[in-house]
């Protein structure tokens, strides 16, 4: 079975947690630690990178040590140096480490007083006192394992964004109801960094009585269980489910505070090393001259990274990856906004399995500031979908081609035709060549193995008609895993035949990814943020596709979709693949 990026980071993410409960170096375990994290967010396979003879150890997080590792588990399945350290501790004691609250520390120390292995053999010496008898627990903290536990028995134990955002909105929102005179107040953490799952909410803000907002975020009705209560953090556990930790900073020193807590650490790390270069010191509260220990405040975060010589660095960017070097030699994107968006161009109605009408979904898109939209109800194959009938399709075109006379929006004829199991399209040729944006998508057949499924994409990406992919790999966070496919080999494919790939700002979506968006950008493949709307109400979610493309590092000229119309227009009337000139004529002016 061949070796991908996820593997490779999980053996060193588990390297360095054994290290730690081993006691070793913590520099050792951080190495491993980082490398486990660069590696999850690189854009290309390790594996083709070291088959191609590039050299690892120019990757941020790549030494020598860790290069070595690579090379050694790509060639022969194993790395010695962690099958020795899983040796050297008890069994189970990794698997340990999935109930959120059980460290390293506290992993060693049950593995090895209780001989217990398993999750449910936490949960029973729990329950039976055990646990809270061990040394250094205590009944408080054995409670606090169990909850955990039976959050793992309900839920992963990260949140998808989707869910995420709207809570800490809704939180933000009650506060300042309750607190009116509380400042500018952001989520920090992964939420701001907009990444796909978050942990606890962080929210970061200024208030003239602390002390004050705290007792508010304890008392608001959605909180069920208050953990911390002190005058700089107060950390509730509100419904679902979710921590919320509060904190609160004088406005001088707000834009440290809200740097520190928005990370991600190995940013963080990062921009450290760099101060300390420099003789400054980092923290929550300011930078430090080392020299005569001043400490300076910055009231926001661009002060703040021009104290160190660089310009404001996206929290999308934030990942302890190139944006430091980027920032140093002037190289960092004119990032994406929402307001570049010229049009959405996957969008359902009540004649497939959308909640509205046509025309509701119309102007809901014109609301936005569109000047065009695609409607692309479902196809016939998906029949729990109430895919349209080549009959039903050819009525609605007319139906479309007749409203856009009422309306200035330009309204485009489309569907999203089912990729059928051997790549063949739903639709017969000459209705294909009737519609004028064609959303072909995976639905059905979705355990075959890569190799098939790979020739069935690159397959339908060839017919003439096919505008752009849909949710490449038709995952849906949380409930149903990627397909398999060379992602590699499709990218290549989009890019020679002209065909757009979707960043599907549904969050249950989000699809593609941020690092395969990335790489497909570096490729040059035509990409669209589209929202995959069933109902008008979700067309602003095209926020969550636009946070995936800016952690790609995309400008406004890497998406068809800001294209104005008439260029729009021009792209998807050229034949395929000549359509990746008007595509690449656009990067070129920048659109």
């Not at 004649?351 to 102007?363: K, Q, Y």
Request: charged letters at 25%.
């Amino acid at each position: 079975m061949a070796v991908n990026n996820d593997d490779i980071a999980q053996l060193f993410q588990n390297m360095g947690t054994l290290l730690e409960m081993k006691g070793d170096s913590v520099f050792k375990v951080r190495a491993y630690q980082r490398a486990a994290r660069t590696i999850e967010n690189l854009s290309f396979p390790l594996a083709q990178a070291v088959a191609d003879g590039t050299d690892l150890k120019n990757i941020p997080g790549i030494g020598k040590a860790i290069n070595d590792k690579i090379h050694e588990l790509l060639d022969s399945g194993r790395v010695s140096a962690y099958e020795k350290l899983v040796g050297e501790l008890p069994d189970g004691v990794l698997t340990l480490m999935d109930v959120p609250g059980v460290g390293p520390k506290t992993a060693m120390l049950i593995t090895q007083e209780l001989q217990i292995s398993t999750i449910e053999g936490v949960e029973r010496a729990v329950q039976d006192g055990r646990m809270a008898a061990l040394p250094r627990m205590g009944q408080k903290a054995a409670d606090n394992i169990l909850r955990h536990v039976k959050n793992l028995h309900t839920k992963d134990q990260r949140t998808p964004i989707g869910q995420a955002l709207p809570l800490a909105e809704e939180v933000i929102s009650q506060l300042r109801r309750a607190c009116p005179d509380i400042g500018p107040l952001f989520p920090a953490g992964s939420l701001r960094r907009w990444e796909e799952t978050i942990g606890d909410i962080d929210l970061v803000g200024t208030s003239p009585n602390p002390e004050q907002a705290g007792d508010a975020l304890v008392a608001l009705d959605i909180v069920r269980e208050v953990v911390v209560h002190g005058p700089k953090k107060t950390s509730v556990i509100v419904e679902p489910g979710v921590q919320v930790d509060l904190r609160l900073s004088d406005p001088g020193s707000f834009g440290a505070m809200l740097q520190y807590f928005t990370g991600s650490q190995q940013h963080n790390i990062r921009l450290r090393d760099y101060a300390n270069r420099m003789g400054l010191s980092l923290n929550e509260y300011g930078i430090t001259d080392l020299s005569t220990g001043k400490v300076e405040e910055f009231p926001d975060e661009t002060a703040f990274y021009a104290r160190l010589g660089l310009p404001y660095i996206s929290p999308e960017l934030r990942l302890g990856m190139w944006e430091l070097d980027s920032a140093q030699e002037g190289r960092l994107p004119d990032l994406v906004q929402e307001s570049d968006l010229t049009g959405d161009l996957h969008l359902h109605s009540d004649w497939s399995d959308g909640r509205d009408p046509i025309e509701a979904m119309v102007v809901a898109a014109a609301d936005q500031g569109y000047q065009y939209m695609a409607l692309t109800d479902h196809s016939s194959g998906r029949g729990i979908a109430n895919g349209l009938s080549d009959e039903r399709l050819s009525e609605q075109i007319a139906l479309l081609r007749a409203l856009q006379s009422k309306h200035s929006i330009k309204i485009l004829c489309g569907s999203e035709v089912d990729i059928r199991a051997d790549g063949t399209l739903d639709y017969p040729d000459e209705l294909l060549a009737q519609l004028d944006v064609v959303v072909a998508s995976v639905h059905s057949a979705m355990g075959q193995d890569s190799e098939t499924m790979t020739q069935r994409i690159i397959k339908a990406m060839h017919h003439p008609a096919v505008t752009i992919i849909g949710h490449l790999s038709t995952r849906l966070i949380g409930r149903r895993e990627p397909t398999e496919f060379d992602l590699e080999a499709v990218l290549q494919a989009a890019r020679e035949t002209g065909t757009a790939l979707e960043i599907n700002a549904s969050p249950e979506r989000l699809d593609l990814k941020d690092i395969h968006a990335y790489r497909a950008r570096e490729l040059g493949v035509p990409l669209v943020v589209s929202t995959d709307s069933h109902h008008y109400a979700d067309l602003p979610q095209r926020r969550f596709g636009i946070a995936v493309a800016r952690r790609a590092w995309c400008e406004s000229k890497h998406l068809l979709n800001t294209l104005p119309v008439d260029q729009f227009l021009a792209f998807i009337k050229a034949p395929k693949p000549g359509r990746l000139s008007v595509f690449d004529a656009a990067l070129a002016r920048g659109n």
